[in-house]
């Protein structure tokens, strides 16, 4: 509408300019309708360019606001990604703390599993100090057989003791295996 009034403005403007009065001019000034046909020509065309103006700045907005709804799923997909870098970190931490765990309960198990194979190679051992030592009380005086016999049962208490304490450490290597085992499921779930 605003480019149809300027048009009209030049126009009228064109039109109202005085004219020297020539007798050629007015053998050739056109004749009112054909002016009119023009006005209206000239008319037509200014509404067509504000409607092509107007189309143009709604097409123009509805981009925009498809650009900053675009702009805003950019950004909810930027934080996205964000806080699954930081699940990814956190789940690093938790395997690497696992893992950790795992070699700690391993070196413990095997330093438990020496030590229980020496306490029972010493058992062994004092199992056949005991058979030498009856061997020796079967074969030896009446005297000297109580005192031995009451070395042996000081022995046997201190035998059955290890023995007691070498199941403890048996079962308690059983229990650091199942604890392996599950932090070792843990760590293959995390995985």
């Known amino acids: ?73 950019l950004q909810k997909l930027g934080e996205q990604t964000e806080q699954a870098a930081e699940v990814e970190k956190q789940m690093k931490e938790v395997i690497q703390l696992l893992q950790d765990q795992m070699a700690k309960q391993q070196a413990q198990t095997k330093t438990t599993k020496d030590w229980l194979a020496s306490v ?24 000297s057989i109580k005192e031995l016999q009451e070395r042996a049962e000081e022995n046997l208490t201190i035998l059955r003791g290890l023995w007691y304490f070498t199941q403890f450490q048996k079962e308690n290597i059983d229990t650091q295996n199942e604890q392996l085992s599950k932090l070792q499921k843990m760590s293959e779930a995390i995985r």
Request: proline residues 3%; glycine residues 4%.
């Open 120 to 143: 029972e190679q010493e058992e062994v051992e004092l199992e056949t100090k005991v058979r030498r030592l009856e061997m020796y009380l079967n074969n030896s005086s009446p005297s």
């Open 1 to 73: 509408m605003i480019w149809g009034l300027c048009l009209l403005c030049v126009a009228g403007a064109v039109h109202a300019a005085p004219l020297a009065k020539t007798s050629k001019m007015e053998e050739k000034a056109a004749p009112k309708e054909k002016v009119n046909v023009l006005m209206f020509g000239v008319i037509q065309f200014s509404e067509s360019l504000n409607y092509v103006y107007e189309t143009t700045e709604a097409k123009i907005a509805k981009i925009s606001q498809t650009l900053r709804n675009h702009e805003g799923s």
